[in-house]
């Protein structure tokens, strides 16, 4: 060739080009910031500014590495999707809307078909290359395009990638050398320079007439011929010849502001790639899911982001290389069906249509969940979406082996606690990949729907035999395998109208044996009786209840109709077949009307009776043996944030001044379920329990005062600042109560020595050592006691209390000596109450609104979940030890 020639003057001439592929890092991928519209995107011939994000360098290789070991069906695939998308002329393709609610997203499931995508963004989404999407895992958004990013247009002082059409023309003139002169395509151009002319035909949009320049293998340009280019080139001192392309990525320089780069997200991500997860944290939302603006996976990407930003400041290296902790969001109220939602907004009265909105969407829930019939909705509801997240998790981490945690708030921490409160204590979970495929339940399907989803499920049918509501019809002539209705309505006489008399002595005799034998427990609806032999729950006597049994109502001659489905026994839960998520969800869609007339049985000081409703009505649990499916998880830690579960243990009778603090027998026969799990002690099936709360959070209650009697006057304990150290008014405040502790040891010892000196009585101490005495609790606690010796009396009592709770808190922790020290009160060992360290100028009532609400976002929630689920002490961070103090 002539250029490999010498030149006339000696020097060393050219070397000949030869075109060379792309390597991967030369290659960037991209996702779309907007929601997928093909439409949109086929208009589109030059993407603006700002409309893309890069993925991370990991993912983008990942991409890349993928895209080429496919590539010819991966470009067939897209250049189909162009002729499509040009045949359609605009209008909407099958199959691309995608629906972003809850509801659509559940019932959807994960398809067992094929391996999933390719994980992307930290593995919380999954690429599909032949259709170029990027769709979210765990939680439902519409779909992002991808794009594979190797030729570039300046805009600006940044660079945007072209589609792969406009790409795909361009790499196909730049491999062809069409700026060789021997070719002959080079000409003079009207911008003033010799290049090759390259039509581009596939712009069909603003875009379509523009041009490409080659002038050589380095300078390209993009240009149009307008008024304004010529302009440009007749009469501007620079001329412009058009925007510059470029084959290849560059990034951008350090530190300059790219529009492509979101530097934290990209560093998330990096980490997320390179650590395969460890541990898993599950969050549980509470109330108020069904406002506009709450958004449990928005909430869970708060927390994740947290425990990054904490994890390089907090933990060290050798815990950080033992795995990172994967963050998902369980969402169990939006896709949850009540007929008493639609019902409600029938019954709202014209005007603040917000506000009571509001209220229903917040308050209105604790109701529902007082309402045995909703309350099992809502419990069966967490389980089926913690199962399902779970699911979809081992399909992408098949050989994860690590601890599951749950990071549960407001409401959600109450029905955490029931769940696992009838969940084995000791690990049974088999590999069984039926546990990871159940379809998801009826009461997530509109009526219709699980009126048409019962129809094609052959399972239905059978399941439906062991599920269906008994009717007023099976009490003339009970089944030899029946067993006792959870609800079961009286009709009451009316004054003053005519009552139809019984229609035989069979049904009367029959009517009054079934409501005798469900007819005395206590008064709340939580409340699980313990079944007798025959399979008929008994009253409650002295000895098999802390509370008396109130009398039942006797039932009069009339009909009885018996509105909810009776449960499946307990061994049959883990294997419920695909049929029996349908008939447990119908069978209790069947009663659900009962159960919100029945609403005025669940809560305490209305009259049962006055609405036709018999004792069992009130008091029937919804968590009776086998009524709810089992997790198909261990759970190691179960985080409370918000809780106000230490009120609805003490609506349930818990107290410790009856002889029922919490994790004695007396409390485990007020725990619902627990006749099913007999070694088991009421108390959850986890490793650790944690009650974390904001100062101000009006919603929160504490759970140590439920254990023994004098554990209200020991204060919480703060949890760490995630700047280390206390804040200034807490720091002062526990330094004064060093002080008074040490000056209250001082006095004490001083007074003890003058009077072993000086009086009789200590002689007499003297002579009988064995006889003194420590000075009791009431004196410690007395008036004029310091708060030191008060928490000490109440570390005693601690010590001293007979309980199964210290299961669930590493042991008893400090002894009472050690409690009144600096590091024995800050220990996390024996402690459930935790209380975030309020800002020295927070407002206690303007913080109260918000409050409730800020443990998503708040770095000291985030470094005490870091802390908990790596199992450290999470108020010393440091690891715990091996033998922990019973």
Known sequence: MASARQSADGSTPERPWTYQPLAPDEVRWYWATGPLSLKAWYKADILGKGSYLRFCRTDSLSLEMAYRKQADDLERAWWDEHGQLAAAKGRTLEGEERSNTW?????????????????????????????????????????????RGFWFVEQGSEWIPLKETVADELETAYKGRVWAPELRHVKSQKQGIKAARVEIQTFT??????????????????????????????????????????????????????????????QMDEAAAANPPTRLLLVVHGIGQNLSGSNIAQDAQNVRMGLYQQSHEHVS?????????????????????????????LLMPPG??????????TAVEVLLYLTPSHCHDMLTSLIASMNSTYAKFMRRYPGFKG?????????????????????????????????????????????SQSQTSKRSNPCASAAESDLAPIQSADLDQPSAGSQPALWTVQARPIPGTPQPAASSKSEAASTKSQASSLGSATSHPFHDSRPSSSGISPAPTAGNSPRSAPTGNQPTAGTTAVAAGVSPSAAAV????????????????????????????????????????????????????????????????LICAGSPLGLFL?????????????????????????????????????????????????????????????AEKRKAAYAAYHRGGRRIHVGMQEFGEDMGAAAAAVSSAAGKAVSSTFTLGGLLSRAKPAEAKEPDDASASGEGA??????????????????????????????????????????????????????????????????????????????????????????????KPSAIKK
């Not at 077949?577 to 609403?599: C, E, F, I, M, P």
Request: proline share 7%; hydrophobic share 40%.
């Open 786 to 879: 310091s708060d030191a010796a008060v928490e000490a009396a109440a570390d005693k009592a601690s010590a001293e209390a007979d309980t199964s709770v210290w299961r669930v808190t590493d042991g008893q922790g400090a002894d009472s000596a050690a409690a009144a020290s600096t590091t024995g009160r800050r220990e996390a060992s024996g402690r459930l109450d935790f209380v975030l360290q309020s800002s020295p100028t927070e407002n206690p009532w303007l913080s109260a609104i918000s409050s409730h609400f800020s443990y998503w976002t708040s770095s000291d929630t985030a470094l005490f979940v870091l802390r908990a689920v790596y199992g450290l002490d999470v108020l010393t961070g440091v690891s």
């Open 650 to 710: 003490a609506l349930r009778g818990i107290n410790p001044a009856h002889t029922a603090g919490l994790g004695t027998p007396g409390a485990k026969q007020l725990m619902p379920g627990m006749s099913q799990h007999p070694d088991g002690d009421g108390l959850p099936a986890v490793r650790r329990l944690y009650n974390l709360y904001q100062p101000y959070d009006p919603v929160a209650y504490r759970l140590e005062p439920l254990i023994f009697h004098g």
């Open 574 to 637: 883990p294997a419920l077949a695909s049929g029996a998520w349908d008939a447990l969800g119908t069978a209790h869609s069947q009663g659900r009307t009962v159960g919100t007339n029945s609403l005025a049985a669940g809560i305490g000081g209305w009259d049962s009776s006055a609405w036709g409703l018999t004792e069992p009505a009130a008091e029937a649990s919804a968590l009776a043996s086998g009524a709810l499916p089992q997790l198909n998880f261990d759970v190691d830690q």
């Open 317 to 345: 290296p050798e815990v950080s290389a033992t795995g990172r902790i994967e963050v998902l969001p369980v969402q169990w109220r939006k896709q949850l069906n009540l007929e008493v939602d639609t019902l409600a907004r």
């Open 103 to 147: 509801q659509d997203f559940m019932l959807g499931g994960d398809s067992q078909q094929g391996a999933p995508g390719r994980p992307v963004r930290g593995g919380l989404w999954e690429t599909d290359l032949a259709k170029r999407r990027m769709q979210p895992v765990y939680f439902p958004e519409g779909n992002h395009r991808v794009l």
């Open 352 to 361: 603040i249509e917000a506000l009571r909105g509001m209220l229903h969407a």
């Open 205 to 266: 949009g603003d875009a379509k007439g523009m041009y490409a320049l080659f002038a050589s293998s380095t300078e390209m340009y993009l240009c149009r011929d307008d008024s304004m280019s010529w302009l440009s080139s007749k009469w501007s001192k620079t001329p412009t010849v058009g925007a510059k392309l470029r084959r290849g990525y560059i990034g951008p320089a350090q530190g300059a502001k790219s529009s492509e780069v979101n530097i934290k997200q990209e």
């Open 403 to 447: 601890p599951v945690s749950l990071l549960a708030h407001s409401l959600g921490s109450v029905l955490s606690y029931d769940i696992l409160c009838n969940q084995p204590l000791h690990s049974r979970r088999a590999a069984d990949p039926l546990l990871h495929s159940l379809p998801p339940p009826s009461i997530w399907s509109t009526p």
